[in-house]
Structure formats: structure tokens, C-alpha cells
């Protein structure tokens, strides 16, 4: 769960590749997005399991 909204609307996204780089996906949309690790741990709210 990140701090601020995709643009469609949803906060939800599932961790696809970790490494240097992070790579999620939105769950609402399919959109992928590539951040670097420090970006992503600043963007991050919560870590939901399933």
C-alpha cells in the first residue's frame, strides 16, 4: 500500500522484482512501475501479506 493514489484511483500494488531497483504493479489497472529501492521505502505506507 503506498502513500499516495495510482492515478486510476487504487493504492494498492504487488511487489513484482526486488533488487537495486523495485519493480510494482497496480492491482487495479496492470500498470508496472520501476523505482529505485530508497524512492520506494519513501513511497511505502504499508506491506500487506496475503
Known amino acids: ?3 499516495k493514489n495510482h492515478p486510476c ?3 494498492n500494488f504487488e511487489i513484482v522484482r ?3 531497483d523495485i519493480k510494482i504493479k497496480c492491482l ?3 500498470h508496472t512501475i ?3 529501492r530508497v524512492e ?3 513511497k ?3 506491506i500487506i501479506s496475503l
Open 1 to 3: 500500500m503506498m502513500k
Open 9 to 11: 484511483g487504487s493504492n
Open 18 to 20: 526486488v533488487g537495486a
Open 28 to 30: 487495479n489497472c496492470g
Open 34 to 36: 520501476m523505482l529505485p
Open 40 to 42: 520506494f521505502n519513501k
Open 44 to 46: 511505502v505506507k504499508k
